[in-house]
């Protein structure tokens, strides 16, 4: 059964992601306060369509390696349903196409014989699940609770692309991503952003401490998408921070007795976008997103050499695979894959 209770346990069954019919979804404020707030509607509206077919076949290969490793270090590896996400569908208020099943990490949130599907301020994304229904449906089978979160109304006034020094979703509805839990075994860090309302906490907070979690509250930090390039727990004991964004006097307090490891803009390759006119769906971060196979071993982008080299100071070995579309298509290897069962149990690390 699902059982994930942090991120750093030795992996024992993933999902990995497909690049097939991804498409870059209708333009619509909704899109734009996820990924690309500082640019203007007009200016996105040429974004509009499927990617380019080499783009998608070079992900797709760049996944299969990844799969490939995966299964090579005993990993068991599951992969979603295809679906054609260039196809229009609507709610009562708005219309749009899909985006991609690139990223399994953003809508579903594995713990311990439990699976919180997410509520997602992207318009684009409220059927994405659908390529994850027959696992999830037998996992039910097999004990697991399977919870999602209201589907959200997603009204335009939910959006505000003005002051982004504040997240770009109000705190109307509730609204979360996966990646903006970082899963801690009893702990779990809550981060506020573009992709995370407090309406959210509010929801997940009571979902989990019944169930013997403790919920923390990570707000002001970082305002856009996910917390997967900000804050990534290696160990018991050791976290890897983003220095751009963080700083020895700014972060997460339940970390405050952990080594922690600084990632400066200087240690990071930044890796090209393939977009028309280059405009980039995601930071140069992207390079700090990392899969851990266990306590010892992470998958990073092979370019990333100054930050393996870092890691390896702190007994970390890396597999570095390519990563030649991971900014183009907004996820790095964390992002591409769902780690749905890690060796151990649910504990308390603090």
Same mark, same amino acid.
């Given at each position: 059964m699902i059982s994930s209770n942090n991120? *750093?346990?030795?992996?024992? /069954?993933?999902?990995?992601?497909?690049?097939d019919y991804s498409t870059l979804p209708t333009m619509?404020?909704?899109?734009?306060?996820?990924?690309?707030?500082?640019?203007?509607?007009?200016?996105?509206?040429?974004?509009?369509?499927?990617? /380019?077919?080499?783009?998608?076949?070079?992900?797709? /290969?760049?996944?299969?390696k990844l799969a490939d490793t995966l299964k090579g270090l005993g990993v068991k590896v599951h992969r979603p349903k295809s679906?054609?996400?260039?196809? /229009?569908?609507?709610?009562?208020?708005? #219309?749009?196409?899909? *985006?991609y099943t690139f990223c399994p990490r953003d809508l579903l949130l594995p713990l311990e014989n439990l699976v919180l599907e997410a509520a997602s301020p992207g318009r684009c994304r409220q059927y994405e699940s659908r390529a994850y229904y027959d696992y999830l449906t037998q996992q039910v089978e097999e004990g697991v609770e399977w919870i999602a979160a209201p589907k959200p109304i997603l009204?335009?006034?939910?959006?505000?692309v003005e002051d982004l020094s504040k997240p770009t979703v109000n705190n109307n509805e509730i609204? *979360?991503?996966?990646?903006?839990?970082?899963?801690l075994g009893k702990d779990l860090l809550y981060q506020v952003s573009n992709t995370g309302t407090l309406k959210g906490y509010q929801w997940m907070k009571n979902i989990v401490e019944k169930r013997g979690y403790k919920l923390h509250l990570a707000e002001g930090f970082y305002c856009f998408a996910h917390f997967d390039s900000t804050v990534v727990p290696l160990r018991p004991g050791l976290v890897a921070f983003n220095g751009a964004r963080l700083r020895e006097d700014? +972060?997460?307090?339940?970390?405050?007795?952990?080594?922690?490891?600084?990632?400066?803009?200087?240690?990071? +390759? #930044?890796?090209?976008?393939?977009?028309?006119?280059?405009?980039?769906?995601?930071?140069?971060?992207?390079?700090?997103?990392?899969?851990?196979?266990?306590?010892?071993? &992470?998958?990073?982008?092979?370019?990333?050499? &100054?930050?393996?080299?870092?890691?390896?100071?702190?007994?970390?070995?890396?597999?570095?695979?390519?990563?030649?579309?991971?900014? #183009?298509?907004?996820?790095g290897f964390h992002c591409q894959t769902l780690?749905?069962?890690?060796?151990?149990?649910?504990?308390d690390y603090f």
């Open positions: 991120d *750093w346990d030795p992996l024992e /069954e993933v999902i990995v992601g497909t690049a619509s404020k909704s899109v734009q306060a996820f990924s690309y707030a500082e640019y203007s509607l007009e200016e996105l509206k040429s974004l509009e369509g499927p990617h /380019e077919q080499r783009i998608r076949d070079e992900s797709n /290969e760049d996944l299969e679906i054609d996400h260039s196809k /229009e569908f609507s709610s009562p208020d708005w #219309t749009t196409t899909g *985006w009204l335009d006034d939910l959006y505000q609204i *979360w991503e996966a990646p903006n839990i970082v899963r700014h +972060y997460p307090q339940i970390f405050k007795d952990w080594d922690k490891i600084w990632i400066t803009p200087e240690m990071m +390759y #930044t890796a090209p976008t393939q977009l028309p006119g280059g405009i980039p769906p995601c930071s140069p971060w992207i390079g700090m997103n990392m899969l851990s196979v266990n306590p010892n071993l &992470v998958i990073i982008d092979e370019d990333q050499d &100054v930050i393996r080299r870092v890691l390896a100071k702190h007994g970390i070995e890396t597999i570095g695979l390519p990563q030649r579309h991971a900014r #183009t298509m907004s996820g780690d749905v069962k890690r060796k151990g149990g649910r504990q």
